[in-house]
């Protein structure tokens, strides 16, 4: 298992946390998300998944990912 965390703007509330959580799932992917530090903790199999992956089902939930 891979493990990176990711800095995300624009979250702001308990129903992001879900969002986010929800779009790392559809992709096999595992996160948790601080929305107060505004930072997503990721592990995931680099075999499936790449950090990309990752990057863009986040993005597509409308959310800024900044690294």
């Not at 929305?35 to 903790?41: A, N, S």
Request: proline fraction near 0%; aromatic fraction near 4%.
């Amino acid at each position: 298992m891979q493990e990176a965390t990711v800095k995300v703007q624009g979250m702001s509330c308990r129903s992001c946390v879900r969002t986010i959580e929800g779009a790392l799932d559809s992709i096999g992917a595992e996160g948790r998300v601080n929305f107060e530090q505004g930072t997503v903790h990721v592990q995931y199999d680099e075999a499936k998944v790449q950090l990309a992956d990752i990057k863009e089902a986040i993005q597509n939930r409308g959310y800024n990912v900044v690294a």
